[in-house]
């Protein structure tokens, strides 16, 4: 079920309904989220639902083993099977064609001959998701961050809570599960807030991320020798602005969702294209992975602890694995070692100039910000391209140096202006609209909402595009 239906808002609103109905009865609030969120992934993943059941149902008995002993030992064991559960189930289903593809070839260059054993298993809608979710929770009360879940049925909602099941922002055990624990409240503010991120995400998703997909960017990877250098160009910052309007876009419906059941979901996005570094770019985009894996992964390796080879060698995987996180096959491998080595190397020039870079003068801020750009739009190739293949096409058509773009139609050139524009205005611009908007009576909000709502359901004309990151 897609954000961007009328079928999710009435959804939505029967979820609504039935959980502030429920809003003093405990269990059966739980219980009445948990069967509506198996049914929204049921429209997509049905036969799935059973591994959210195991590895939960897994991690729950973890969590008490865990919180039940004081040896440390014991704990970290415990903490183990955690680990192995839920890494085995991402690496199976999302890993294991790819990986035994890889090693098969391999051997074949050594001539072995050895026929790859591929499955082509359909990935799990928000595996990596919700995989995350679950592994964090037995590290969290190992670390004692977090209390266990009373229940296992508690853990479920916190794992299945349908806003952020498919697609993220990738919760944390610690912040969410007091939020369920006590009884729901919500204030006019709070769902005035969750009103306008539920617009401004179905804008973003349908004006700059799904109009742009249908009428250039995937016409441009499907067949780029029918398009010139030009058009080719237009078409990776045209992706590069869909790639941010659609998972942001996503992130802001599932936020303001949130915040309609009185909860807060982490931001997800701090407008990465501002940034000035590589390094920066991952600090401010999908960043609840990026901290997740800062938390869970670099600071675990030791961080920057343990002297300067280790520090780059930990910086390094950590930014490698983001990259590998988003897929199994050689582009995501090739765009991880990218990444990886740029934040790398940055670290290391930034180090030994030693310059302060907090006081940039503006013009060279903006030439960082621009070079960081055309990084992200150029290696954006491998994250679109299906194949090695695909991404070499791309790179010779662009390098044919053919020029006229009429494939670009005016009313793209003007979503794409002001796309990137939107997103280079001031953050009070933002702030100002949202108080506006949560300053109008209810009625006006509602009249707001249902007029942008009913031009974008025109705009769509029916034409809906999957979000980006249910593949991931």
């Known amino acids: 079920m897609l954000f961007n239906s009328f079928d ?29 969120s198996c049914a929204f992934y049921a429209t997509s993943s049905p036969w799935y639902l059973g591994l959210i059941f195991f590895s939960t149902t897994v991690d729950w008995a973890v969590g008490h083993q865990i919180s039940r002993s004081d040896d440390d030992t014991i704990r970290k064991r415990w903490v183990a099977v955690s680990v192995v559960v839920n890494l085995s189930l991402l690496g199976f289903f999302k890993y294991w064609d790819f990986g035994a593809q890889a090693v098969s070839d391999g051997l074949n260059l050594l001539h072995v001959q050895v026929h790859a054993p591929l499955l082509h298993l359909m990935l799990p809608v928000g595996i990596s998701f919700y995989t995350f979710e679950s592994l964090s929770y037995c590290i969290d009360v190992y670390r004692r961050k977090c209390e266990p879940a009373r229940n296992p049925l508690e853990l479920l909602f916190f794992i299945t809570f349908f806003p952020k099941l498919v697609a993220g922002p990738i919760a944390r055990p610690a912040d969410l599960l007091p939020q369920l624990r006590r009884e729901p409240s919500v204030s006019p503010d709070r769902i005035s807030e969750g009103l306008f991120l539920i617009l401004t995400g179905m804008t973003k998703k349908v004006i700059f991320a799904d109009y742009v997909s249908i009428n250039l960017v995937d016409r441009v990877f499907e067949a780029p020798d029918r398009f010139t250098s030009i058009e080719v160009l237009v078409a990776l910052y045209g992706f590069t602005l869909q790639i941010y309007a659609d998972f942001s876009g996503y992130t802001d419906i599932a936020r303001g969702s949130a915040k309609l059941f009185g909860i807060s979901l982490p ?97 060279l801020t903006a030439l960082k910000v621009f070079g960081t750009l055309q990084f992200a739009v150029f290696t954006r190739i491998l994250f679109r391209a299906e194949d090695l293949e695909n991404a070499g096409d791309i790179v010779e058509q662009m390098g044919r140096g053919s020029w006229g773009a009429a494939n670009v139609a005016p009313t793209l050139w003007l979503i794409l202006v002001l796309g990137f524009a939107a997103h280079y205005t001031p953050r009070a611009w933002y702030a100002q609209a949202r108080h506006h908007f949560m300053r109008m009576p209810a009625p006006a909000q509602g009249g707001v909402l249902a007029a942008g709502l009913g031009l974008l359901m025109l705009v769509a004309n029916g034409q809906t595009v999957p979000y980006i990151y249910f593949q991931f």
């Open 8 to 36: 999710y808002l009435l959804f939505l609103t029967f979820a609504l309904v039935g959980y502030w109905a429920l809003r003093r009865a405990r269990m059966a609030r739980l219980i009445f989220v948990l069967v509506a």
């Open 267 to 363: 931001e997800n996005f701090d407008r990465p294209y501002q940034s000035k570094s590589p390094a920066e770019f991952w600090r401010r985009w999908h960043m609840s992975l990026s901290t997740w894996l800062r938390d869970y992964l670099y600071f675990p390796l030791g961080g920057s602890r343990h002297g300067e080879a280790r520090t780059y060698f930990n910086l390094w995987l950590t930014i490698f694995l983001i990259g590998l996180w988003h897929g199994a096959s050689w582009t995501f491998v090739i765009y991880g070692v990218l990444q990886a080595t740029a934040v790398a190397l940055h670290r290391l020039v930034t180090r030994w100039r030693g310059v302060d870079t907090t006081n940039d003068a503006r013009w």
